[in-house]
């Protein structure tokens, strides 16, 4: 079975740009949850949602926002991009009750 | 404000001895703690979880210890394998979310040396 997949893996852009990422997660999976690590840091809780409804979200600005699919994949939107939201995004898939599975993230370069 | 820290950035251990990683949390709504683990270029992976009511919990090599007390975890990795060597990341959770929402330590990386 194919694991939590991340699209695209990395990404550069420029100050003031908006970024769309995107999670689809393991089949069966309902319940999908974006972090932000920054490096030499642990993941950072952003937003956790289950069945498109938002279940969850950490201290993250409004720029931040999310949103998942009928079929339960999910994208990540940041607006107004700053130097400081270069970070490896994570996406985790769970049943609702599980650990969380991770995919790979996609890599932000903020320039 | 850190609610979960791992002090120790990095530990190498000898192959076949054992690898304790620790960490301390400072929020004591926190009722599920679980440990993952990071290779380079990959997200991180599920390893062990304990819930607040039990103080142990094992599985094969790995063996993780609760005490909410001190406000305390370790993991206990024996034998240690050199394809252990990793970033070790402790994680909590409240409120019965049982794994989601979580809130990780900084990190501990390990080496393992053959």
């Known amino acids: 079975d194919a694991g939590v997949t991340q699209s695209p893996t990395h990404l550069i852009k420029t100050r003031g740009q908006h970024v769309t990422l995107r999670c689809s997660p393991i089949?069966?999976?309902?319940?999908v949850s974006w972090y932000q690590q920054v490096l030499g840091q642990g993941p950072q809780f952003i937003f956790q949602?289950?069945?498109?409804?938002?279940?969850g979200r950490g201290n993250f600005p409004d720029r931040f926002s999310a949103r998942q699919f009928p079929n339960y994949s999910s994208e990540l939107n940041v607006n107004a991009l700053l130097l400081g939201d270069s970070a490896l995004y994570l996406c985790?898939?769970?049943?609702?009750?599980?650990?969380?599975?991770f995919g790979n993230g996609t890599r932000l370069t903020v320039t | 404000d850190q609610q979960v820290k791992q002090n120790s950035p990095s530990l190498s251990v000898q192959e076949g001895r054992i690898s304790i990683l620790n960490c301390d949390y400072t929020?004591?709504?926190?009722?599920?703690f679980l440990w993952y683990k990071k290779y380079p270029a990959e997200g991180p992976t599920f390893l062990i979880s304990?819930?607040?009511?039990?103080d142990k919990n094992e599985d094969g090599r790995f063996t993780v210890f609760l005490n909410k007390s001190a406000k305390h975890l370790s993991l206990h990795i024996v034998p240690s394998q050199p394809g252990d060597s990793a970033v070790y990341f402790c994680?909590?959770?409240?409120?019965?979310?049982?794994?989601?929402?979580?809130?990780f330590g900084g990190g501990t990386r390990l080496m393992v040396k053959p």
């Open positions: 949602y289950y069945e498109k409804e938002e279940r």
């Open positions: 304990i819930s607040s009511i039990k």
């Open positions: 929020n004591s709504m926190f009722d599920y």
């Open positions: 985790a898939s769970s049943l609702v009750v599980s650990p969380l599975h």
């Open positions: 089949s069966g999976h309902k319940s």
């Open positions: 994680a909590a959770s409240y409120d019965n979310n049982a794994g989601n929402m979580l809130t």
